[in-house]
């Protein structure tokens, strides 16, 4: 009981815990977005001054151009009217320029500007005043003054410098107007960005506040959870020892019965076989006596029957000896102390092979070692595990002189995994759990044996924490993986 109210102390304390941890997501989430919204106003900010910086140079460009092409103008006019020619400086430097940096106007014009036609009519004006105030000049410096001045008074040029005029100024006005709107929009955005800022700051110290309280509760639920914890452990320790004496009580029982009962067992057999062998005897002397007197004519056959049935008690007595054997095997296995150590197993596995040389051999079979990691476990458990496996895989191999069987081990996480294959008559799927039942076979019964070997392997694998499987298909051999977990040698340098 004491063990059920501290669990339930430790479930009421998480249920705490989860409202309080929705509380401080939601404020958690809260800040965040009033930390996106407030980064993405400063990335607004940014982005639009940037805008504005840009129109500002461009209205500069204008500017520049509009007085490149009035120093231009004006040199040429000082010229033609006064035939001077260091009036001429001032065009002959600028007046190569003009159309260059009106085709940089038309490059570099912002996104936001909408007077890209305007822009390739003030090229084209700019082009023809530059051809407009070149040709002046040219009539001028080629003794052609008249014509020159004639061309001044037409008042062509004079249109066209207007009509320039009116374009950039235009250009520029719409600069301004979109630099106004920007303006006026950062001017919004930045009183909203300092209403989340303080928002956000408020947020912030609700939230350290909401967090040192939750704090406290925490470390406060923590402190008694954590007794809570340490009286169910307590209880739960006294529990799991209790439980686990009766089951080593228990398993203890049934060994002492499994001992007791084949050597109940044991005994019987022994007299039976001890008075079979008399009646062998008493046999012999009565067929001998009656031969003698000839009273009997069929005496041969008379012996060939007490012969067949002295031969199925000895085999019933040698069978059921066996069985007691086995079980008594199991029985002492599940007594005996485990020892680990630290185990090469592929120099353990050729060990197991060379033992079995000679079945091999009349099987004329073949035997492959792969690699096989080292584990740290108990050696003779080991040792019976391989030997049965691989007994049982020559025991089952046809005898077609291509059989093979294949020994291999790996690594998976933590775990070792050995396989024992062979390429013999194989297992059929419906059998695959019984084969590991004790005195249960599969298949044809025309290979000696009573069922013991794979349930003595499977008792062994669980001892030692372990577990075992077959993969196999009727007609095309059998697999069997042996899957240890726990410690295993970190230095494979002993598998090498």
């Known amino acids: 009981m004491g063990a059920m109210k501290g669990v339930r102390d430790i479930v009421s304390l998480f249920s705490e815990s989860r409202r309080e941890a929705a509380l401080l997501g939601a404020a958690a989430i809260v800040l965040i977005i009033l930390a996106a919204f407030s980064f993405w106003l400063s ?13 500002n140079r461009y209205s500069a460009k204008l ?26 400086r001032p065009y002959n430097e600028l007046h190569s320029q003009l159309l260059p940096q009106t085709r940089r106007l038309i490059e570099s014009a ?19 005043k530059a051809d407009e105030m070149a040709a002046t000049v040219s009539d001028a410096t080629s003794d052609r003054r008249d014509a020159a001045l004639a061309r001044l008074k037409d008042n062509y040029g004079i249109k066209l410098s207007e009509q320039i005029e009116e374009h950039i100024t235009a250009l520029q006005d719409e600069a301004a107007e979109k630099r106004e709107d920007i303006e006026t929009t950062a ?21 350290s506040f909401l967090s ?17 914890l340490e009286r169910t452990n307590n209880d739960l320790e006294d529990i799991v020892m209790h439980r686990t004496a009766a089951l080593q009580r228990a398993n203890d029982e049934i060994q002492r019965f499994a001992y007791i009962v084949s050597h109940d067992l044991r005994s019987p057999l022994v007299n039976i076989m001890g008075f079979t062998s008399e009646l062998e005897t008493l046999r012999k002397e009565l067929f001998e006596r009656l031969e003698k007197a000839n009273a009997l004519a069929d005496t041969d056959e008379l012996g060939k029957d ?35 150590e630290l185990i090469d197993a592929k120099a353990l596995v050729e060990t197991v092979v060379s033992n079995v040389a000679h079945q091999v051999r009349e099987k004329d079979a073949q035997i492959t070692i792969g690699d096989l990691p080292p584990i740290l476990s108990d050696r003779m458990s080991m040792e019976q595990i391989f030997s049965n496996l691989i007994e049982n ?29 062979d390429n013999g008559r194989g297992i059929d799927p419906r059998d695959h759990q019984r084969i590991f039942e004790l005195f249960r076979r599969a298949g044809p019964q025309d290979v000696p044996g009573e069922g013991m070997g794979l349930a003595f392997v499977s008792a062994l694998v669980r001892r030692l924490g372990g577990s075992i499987a077959v993969e196999s298909v009727l007609g095309s051999g059998s697999t069997f993986k042996v899957t240890f977990p726990g410690t295993i040698a970190h230095n494979r340098g002993m598998a090498a």
């Open 110 to 128: 912002p996104e936001s500007l909408e007077g890209g036609d305007r822009l390739e009519v003030l090229l084209d004006l700019m082009t023809r």
């Open 63 to 88: 500017g520049r151009a509009a007085r490149i092409m009035r120093t231009v103008e004006s040199s040429q006019r000082g010229y033609l009217l006064t035939g001077t020619e260091q009036y001429l």
């Open 306 to 340: 007490f012969d067949e049935a002295f031969g199925f008690i000895k085999s019933s007595i040698a069978r059921m000896d066996r069985l007691i054997n086995a079980i008594l095997k199991i029985s002492r296995q599940g007594s005996r102390p485990l020892h680990s």
């Open 187 to 207: 001017a919004e955005l930045r009183e909203k960005k300092i209403i989340v800022d303080v928002v956000g700051g408020v947020a912030i110290l609700a939230f």
């Open 212 to 228: 040192i309280w939750f704090l406290m509760r925490s470390n406060a639920a923590l402190v008694k959870a954590h007794g809570a």
């Open 393 to 421: 895989a020559i025991k089952f191999l046809k005898n077609d002189g291509h059989g093979e069987i294949k020994i291999e081990g790996y690594l998976r996480g933590v775990d070792v995994v050995y396989s024992v294959s």
């Open 43 to 55: 990335h607004r900010l940014e982005n639009d001054a940037q805008k504005a910086a840009e129109l």
